[in-house]
């Protein structure tokens, strides 16, 4: 029986292969239309380029779960995630990365073409001087359609662009730059070590490197902010009581020293009482100043103890070579998809209509 069942088997393969040898005249034309429009695909699309930067962040985690830590590492999970008190941790960077604001803020960074062409700010730089071609009309149709007959139909028109971009009244136009901008950033977190993997796609690989070490100086910004911000609140506070301390014991010192300097050789009961509550409130005074100048040390400290560190393990760099498919792969790919259609459709015809007839027999019944 299982002889019977592989001969069988031999039998339908031997029967395919005929199906598709037959068909191989059909199977090739079908492969070079396929090719010729990969190859109509890789002349019109242009080449991009990917910068990339890699950094390792400081954690503020907890220590008595490290070797609990190291343990759950090896297995992919992360046990300081949250431990560290802060709100904003290493997983959550891409989310800071794709907020609005944080996305808005970027258009104003100065960019510069490998050909020295273009120097201008990313918002002109998408709007004017992006290379395109007509595939982005194609991608772009849609949208530019749907745009059309909401301003068509619509009673309010939409204004003129504003020169400054409001995070929270864009327009239509600035919204598609913004998702296109959030398309191009790449943000991988590793869980069990932490490192950042930043990337940035971009048709001009000067500009790539331009913004991919933007956008991660401009996250180390947003996370030492965020992190020091208490910090630095409080410094400022005795920062400022220390300067009022300051000037109230000049003021006690220069007091005390006028008086004694005009009752030198008065022995008075009045002198020297005053004398001695001059000289209290002077005391007390430098102690007060010293306590303040303590603590704004110690404010100081907290904030350099708040303060992330960076460490870049690999530097953002113009890329040489294009991230994107060469055109050769584009058009073997292309075929290849149409050998794989066409021995489909060879091979399922007879099948499909088969099967078609048997519905349509029975629907007829």
């Not at 190859?39 to 400081?58: D, F, G, H, Q, R």
């Not at 930043?198 to 910004?221: G, H, K």
């Not at 704004?296 to 953002?316: C, D, G, I």
Request: proline share 4%.
């Amino acid at each position: 029986m299982e002889v019977k069942r592989k001969l069988i088997k031999e039998a339908d393969l031997l029967k395919m292969i005929g199906q598709i040898m037959d068909k191989w005249k059909f199977i090739f034309v079908v492969a070079m239309c396929f090719s010729l429009f990969g190859l109509l695909i890789a002349v019109s699309t242009v080449k991009e380029y990917t910068a990339e930067i890699v950094v390792a962040p400081e954690t503020s985690g907890p220590s008595g779960v490290s070797g609990l830590g190291a343990l759950a590492s090896m297995a992919g999970f992360n046990l300081n995630v949250g431990e560290s008190g802060d709100a904003i941790y290493p997983l959550l960077y891409p989310d800071v990365i794709s907020s609005l604001p944080f996305l808005t803020s970027l258009f104003d960074v100065r960019v510069a073409s490998i050909d020295g062409t273009v120097d201008t700010t990313y918002y002109a730089y998408l709007k004017h001087y992006r290379k395109k071609t007509w595939i982005d009309d194609v991608k772009l149709f849609p949208i530019k359609a749907k745009n059309w007959l909401i301003g068509f139909f619509s009673s309010s028109p939409e204004g003129p662009e504003s020169a400054v971009l409001d995070p929270y009244l864009l327009t239509k136009r600035q919204m598609n730059l913004v998702e296109n901008l959030n398309s191009a950033i790449g943000i991988f977190v590793d869980k069990k070590t932490d490192v950042i993997t930043l990337s940035f796609v971009d048709r001009d690989p000067r500009v790539a490197a331009a913004m991919v070490d933007t956008i991660m100086n401009r996250l180390q910004q947003e996370i030492t902010q965020y992190r020091t911000k208490k910090a630095i609140d409080d410094c400022l506070y005795i920062e400022r009581m220390y300067l009022e301390a300051k000037d109230s014991l000049d003021v006690s010192q220069q007091r005390y020293a006028d008086f004694v300097s005009c009752n030198r050789n008065v022995i008075n009961e009045y002198v020297i009482i005053e004398k001695e509550r001059l000289m209290a409130d002077k005391d007390l005074k430098t102690a007060l100043h010293t306590q303040w100048a303590q603590q704004l040390q110690l404010a100081r400290a907290k904030v350099q103890e708040k303060t992330p560190v960076f460490v870049t393990l690999k530097p953002a760099a113009v890329p040489a070579i294009p991230s994107s498919m060469g055109k050769m792969m584009k058009i073997m790919l292309y075929g290849f998809f149409g050998v794989v259609f066409a021995v489909a459709y060879v091979l399922l015809k007879a099948p499909i209509r088969s099967a078609w007839r048997k519905i349509r027999r029975k629907s007829e019944e």
